[in-house]
């Protein structure tokens, strides 16, 4: 396969909104087409990015850096890192699942449980989708998440991780800084989804414009907020972060259940209370100074 020079931002832009106008896609269930997402977000950035290595650091050696995936995907194939360009996407919640979810307080909205099943489905579809439409343009690419070689992996200063991960994936496009909550606060918000591609095409990389991992987050520069810490049902978000044990063990043993009994008929791993109703919800929060 040659690289196809007319693929470029926005095509792909092209590529992503085309999937999800189509309301057979992006709907909350077979029952129900109200959208599942809104307009989404996309980012681009170099796959010799050494923000990549830095990554690599702080979560583990198993995280995979763009070149790596590539290199397990495409055993024969011969490229440099400097031609491989990450492209991620935000897909933000709607405004209608926010304000459902909004007043829940135990237990996920039904919206939101939706979103967290079928709209993870839309999500890989379209991973699959933009991977496909690529190949049609003669663009090897991957998505890793997706790749039979992603695991799960325990990472000593990061707790439970993963070989590929979509927010710092982002986070590398341009995208968004990490919030107090561990969730990627986005020119959308934190009440999103987020995807990403790697291919072999030059593409212009987005301006990063923040210096720092937690630029977005109040409670990093100086704010009190800490408004997830009161969302959380679990107590599972305090000054020390994030902690991923209470969190996950809150889902499995208490939302998950009700989601099966309650909502869906099945067990869904549906919580994000700490994504709504707090000032980072649906967009960069503004500091007072601001
Ligand atoms: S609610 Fe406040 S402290 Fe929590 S992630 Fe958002 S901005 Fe940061
Ligand atoms: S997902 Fe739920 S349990 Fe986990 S930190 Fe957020 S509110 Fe707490």
Redesign the pocket.
Known sequence: MHPEKNVTKEWIGTIIAQYLADPKVNRLSDEDPEPAFGEPLVGYCPGDDPIFEEIKAHIGSFYWKPAEIFEKTFLNLSFSPQDLTVVAWILPQTRETKAEHRHSVEYPGKRWSLVRRNGEVINEGLRRYLVTRLAGEGIFAVAPALSPFWERRDSQGFGYASTWSERHAAFACGLGTFGL?DGLITPAGKAVRIGSVVAMIDIEADPRPYADHHAYCLYFNGKKCGKCMD????G??TDAG?DKVK?KA??RDVTSPYVEKHQLGVKVNS????QVKVPCESGIPVREEE
Do not use: D, N
């Not at 969302?231 to 679990?234: S, T």
């Open positions: 909550s969302r959380c049902p679990a599972a978000i994030h969190c809150y889902i919580c994000g209370l700490c």
